[in-house]
């Protein structure tokens, strides 16, 4: 009870509670966009970045910055020596930025602490382990804060209920809002035989699918003729994993979120006739905006 009645507290200074109608140009400060992989969440993202003139900021691409600056220190050891596994935990950063020290010349990183943000996170990656928590809200605040909590489409954070308590506290207290969430709906089955065909160029970057979108003769892209490729990820079983992930942890976060005051708004992610001009109508129909 304590919790909610928190959280509530706080919504009310963030002004999360505003109804979707009163979100106008200027006006809005951050937008959730949550859902299962595969749904359709990237050209409903596209559509509330182009309205509300917003920059989509998604975790995907936050762990690749972070990975990135870390792998640009070209560090050849082993990652173990920087974690204690007595305390299942990483030793201190001052322990972490002596050890990095006598492989690499730290003194000559631009920002060690986005480095050892990224030494974290490859060390999961590396082991094949889910992120923690912990680390995955470090990385996200990090680059939330570099545009003072606000002004962004939100995507893939978060995802947990952990996360979205993190992520309500972290807004709060930085004065900005979250003015509503975008769920975007479709069926699990339906996912799985799209992610499953999707073959995608790796010269030019355009996706196809084996069924809906075939490339040209089943193997080249249509557009540049470079042979496309299935990515390693978009096997079935992973999908399926993907999907058993949303249902166990994310489905309770949007729950929770909705729960406490945050006007949630559903959207299907599988259109009749997809177009741009159906996907724009139906986004801004579902928060009840004009077009």
């Known amino acids: 009870v304590f919790v909610v009645n928190r959280e509530r507290s706080m919504l009310s200074v963030c002004g999360a ?13 951050n937008i959730l966009v949550m859902g299962k992989s595969g749904a359709g969440k990237q050209p409903r993202i596209d559509v509330l970045v182009d309205h509300f003139h917003l920059a989509q900021l998604s975790t995907g691409n936050i762990f690749r910055e972070y990975l990135g600056v870390f792998d640009k220190l070209k560090y050849q050891g082993d990652l173990s020596v920087f974690y204690d596994q007595r305390k299942g935990d990483f030793h201190d950063d001052t322990t972490l930025k002596r050890r990095l020290a006598t492989s690499v010349e ?3 990183v631009p920002d060690v602490t986005a480095a050892l943000l990224g030494l974290k996170a490859k060390y999961y990656v590396n082991e094949g382990k889910y992120v923690p928590d912990t680390i995955t809200n470090s990385l996200f605040e990090a680059a939330y804060r570099k545009n003072n909590c606000r002004g962004f489409v939100l995507d893939g954070y978060p995802r947990t209920i952990e996360q979205a308590t993190y992520l309500i506290d972290l807004t709060h207290g930085n004065g900005a809002r979250l003015d509503a969430i975008l769920r975007v709906d479709n069926d699990d089955e339906r996912i799985v035989r799209r992610t499953v065909g999707r073959r995608i160029c790796p010269q030019c970057k355009r996706v196809f699918h084996v069924e809906f979108k075939p490339p040209r003769n089943g193997t080249d892209c249509t557009a540049c003729g470079a042979p496309v490729q299935h990515r390693s990820d978009d096997t079935e079983e992973k999908t399926r994993s993907r ?10 976060a949007i729950a929770r979120l909705e729960r406490i005051g945050f006007p949630v708004y559903g959207v299907s992610g599988d259109l009749p006739k997809f177009t741009q001009a159906a996907v724009r109508e139906s986004v801004l129909r579902a928060l009840r905006i004009s077009a």
């Open 106 to 108: 730290l003194d000559k």
């Open 17 to 29: 509670r505003r109804a979707a109608s009163t979100l106008a140009l200027g006006h809005v400060d």
């Open 243 to 252: 999907l058993r992930e949303f249902h166990e942890k994310t489905e309770g």
